[in-house]
């Protein structure tokens, strides 16, 4: 499970879910369109159904890619906590295995995340580089807390593109449509 506001969906996301199916042997990608993340401010958030929509479009666009764009979040009430969309995915799904796709950044304040034992060792996640973050050192400090925990760290390229980057750039009139997927 892949999930995030994705505002909007761009070649840097398309290369991540690429990177799980062609070299991380995943079967296929659900990218799980948020509605809020807990942890952002909501008032410059588009809508989560046009944010759905347009990944729907993105995806669309890429035939050849193993991704479903989820909107079960979209679906349940708040808080949409991703322990609760992972508890609903396996639910609706139990033949199905679930780990959480995660950037360098989220694991470094992943202890803050509601339940977030239950999501290390239940499902467990796999994480790709950030610039700036060491996720060596935060997954020692997390296996400190419990061995047990599943956190993989992929040997991915870096992706040097933001959602945020695209967003400035379309604010001040650049062309970002190369950026886009």
């Known amino acids: 499970m892949y999930s995030g506001s994705f505002n909007p969906l761009h070649k840097g996301h398309e290369a991540i879910i690429r990177f799980l199916t062609q070299e991380a042997g995943f079967d296929l990608v659900y990218l799980v369109v948020t509605p809020q993340n ?9 809508a989560g159904q046009a944010r759905y929509d347009a990944a729907v479009q993105a995806v669309n666009r890429h035939p050849d890619l193993k991704v ?93 593109i933001s959602s945020t980057e695209i967003r400035e750039g379309l604010a001040s009139g650049k062309d970002m449509s190369h950026w886009l997927m």
């Open 38 to 46: 807990p942890f952002k401010v909501s008032h410059s958030l588009p």
């Open 68 to 160: 479903a764009v989820q909107d079960i979040e979209l679906k349940m009430t708040p808080p949409q906590y991703t322990i609760r969309t992972l508890d609903a995915l396996k639910e609706r799904e139990p033949e199905h295995d679930f780990t959480l796709v995660i950037g360098a950044d989220n694991l470094a304040a992943f202890q803050g995340w509601r339940y977030h034992d239950r999501i290390l060792r239940e499902y467990g996640v796999v994480v790709f580089p950030r610039k700036g973050y060491h996720r060596g050192r935060d997954k020692a400090r997390l296996l400190k807390e419990d061995p047990s925990y599943k956190i993989e760290l992929l040997k991915a390229p870096l992706v040097t």
